[in-house]
Nanobody
Framework: QVQLVESGGESVQVGGSLRLSCQHS?????MGWLRQAPGKEREGIAAIHTTSRTTYADSVKGRFTISQDNTKNTMYLQMNSLKPEDTAMYYCAAGWITYAGGCRLDRTDYTYRGQGTQVTVSA
């Protein structure tokens, strides 16, 4: 069983930055961030394998960075150059399914998920 608690979401202006945190108990091969915008399906945007190999969705590549601090049992998502389309509920997730030595962004790969933290980006 992996328990996950997100924090750090808030309202920010276009072009701004935020860092989301995910405090977790227990470990899994893959830790990731999912998000769900109003009226849209939940999507995976970033993932990190226990080997530190990372995977990003094209929509966030170059702007978001996922990282893991094992000494604090905390995963982070540094979000820069935020856009209005980044507005969503962000969820921390964990799972055991790996693919070719890394993690996919398929939301169904993740067994555990937190309650979410809201990020709103406005002009």
């Amino acid at each position: 069983q992996v328990q996950l608690v997100e924090s750090g979401g808030e309202s920010v202006q276009v072009g701004g930055s935020l860092r989301l945190s995910c405090q977790h108990s227990g470990d899994a091969y893959c830790m990731g961030w999912l998000r769900q915008a109003p009226g849209k399906e939940r999507e995976g945007i970033a993932a990190i394998h226990t080997t530190s190999r990372t995977t990003y969705a094209d929509s966030v590549k170059g702007r978001f960075t996922i990282s893991q601090d094992n000494t604090k049992n905390t995963m982070y998502l540094q979000m820069n150059s935020l856009k209005p389309e980044d507005t969503a509920m962000y969820y921390c997730a964990a799972g055991w399914i790996t693919y070719a030595g890394g993690c996919r962004l398929d939301r169904t790969d993740y067994t555990y998920r937190g309650q979410g933290t809201q990020v709103t980006v406005s002009a």
